[in-house]
């Protein structure tokens, strides 16, 4: 099988990892990294025995498919040059600081008949995985995901940082529009709202509450969800699943609650994306969160902010 040649632009947090994942599969012939940041790509690229090149567009001609982990505000401008280049892209989440430059995306993928995905790293989270086979009809959500401060994507807000990851799980677990949404937020250490929740209403009756905080004093990253005689709860950080139902045993009138563990093989997420996203730029297989899906998720994610904002903006009134 010939290797796909592939790139990673902005090898930051996030960006440093694909690099070390493409220069691990063998179906990946990593031809180089990308970063403004004085000797972040030199400290990536050298352990990897891979390249430097000083500005993404050195990568035209050189690459089939590239990763893109710049700040969020440049995966428009960035992404579409390489998509009129002929290039498959990988862009990280959120898809695009605007759905405009979402739009822009997704047209121009399309018009040159090149992959665009999105990097919803919890899709391929094998936790999650299961939890999409046994998901049937649910009726009630209750998310959290907290972490500590960091200086890493103070550029936007938690809602399109972290709480978006819920947003694209929950979207793909319920088939039915939103109807309503509630979301109250509030700037602690940065100038963007750093904590919020948000009440979702689908139209569908189902309901969603939502928490995402990066000033947190610990680690969380959970979901729990009801549905019919069904109670299900997902730690995404030890990819497992807790399901509890009622079992009417010998006929009971009073049902016992029964509980049992999905343990999948533990494989790094990181690791499936990367894989799928190679698969599909060869045309194998389909795309798994293409621009359209990452788009709806941004779409719910900017409603929420709106909400949060004014929100907060209210509360300082009052103040």
């Known amino acids: 099988m010939d290797r796909i040649r592939v790139g990673v632009v902005g ?38 025995g891979t390249a430097v090149f000083p500005h993404h567009r050195d990568l035209f001609g050189k690459v ?51 992959v665009l995905q999105v990097g919803h790293l ?26 500590l401060f960091s200086p890493r994507s103070l550029d936007i807000d ?26 109250v937020g509030i700037a602690i250490l940065s100038r963007r709202i750093d904590i919020a929740n948000t009440r979702l209403r689908f139209e569908n009756g189902c309901v969603a509450n939502i928490t995402a905080s990066r000033v947190s004093m610990e680690k969380i990253r959970k979901l729990r969800l009801f549905q019919r005689q069904e109670y299900i709860s997902l730690d995404y ?27 999948p093989e533990r494989q790094e997420p990181l690791q499936l994306e990367l894989r799928s996203f190679l698969h599909a730029a060869r045309g194998l297989g389909p795309v798994e969160c293409g621009g359209p899906e990452g788009r709806k998720a941004l779409a719910l994610a900017l409603m929420i902010l709106e909400k949060a904002e004014k929100a907060q903006a209210l509360e300082f009134d009052r103040a």
């Open 11 to 48: 090898v930051g947090a996030l960006g440093q990892h694909h690099a070390r994942v493409y220069a691990s599969l063998p179906e990946a012939d990593l031809v180089g990294v990308v970063d403004p940041h004085p000797g972040r790509a030199e400290a990536v690229a050298h352990p990897l």
């Open 237 to 263: 950080t030890r990819q497992d699943l807790s399901v509890f139902q009622l079992d009417h045993k010998g006929g009971a009138a009073i049902p016992e609650i029964a509980g049992r563990t999905i343990t």
């Open 122 to 147: 919890e899709r391929f989270n094998p936790a999650v995985i299961e939890l999409r086979k046994v998901v049937h009809n649910p009726r009630f959500f209750e998310a959290h995901r907290m972490g």
């Open 158 to 183: 938690v809602i399109l940082d972290l709480m978006i990851h819920d947003l694209d799980i929950i979207g793909l677990l319920v088939p039915s529009p939103v109807a309503e949404v509630s979301a």
């Open 64 to 114: 089939d498919a590239v990763s893109i982990a710049t700040p969020t505000t440049l995966h428009a401008e960035i992404g579409a040059e390489f998509l009129r280049e002929g290039v498959h892209v990988l862009v990280e989440k959120p898809i695009a600081p605007s759905l405009e430059a979402a739009d822009l995306l997704i047209r121009t993928a399309e018009r040159n008949g090149r």
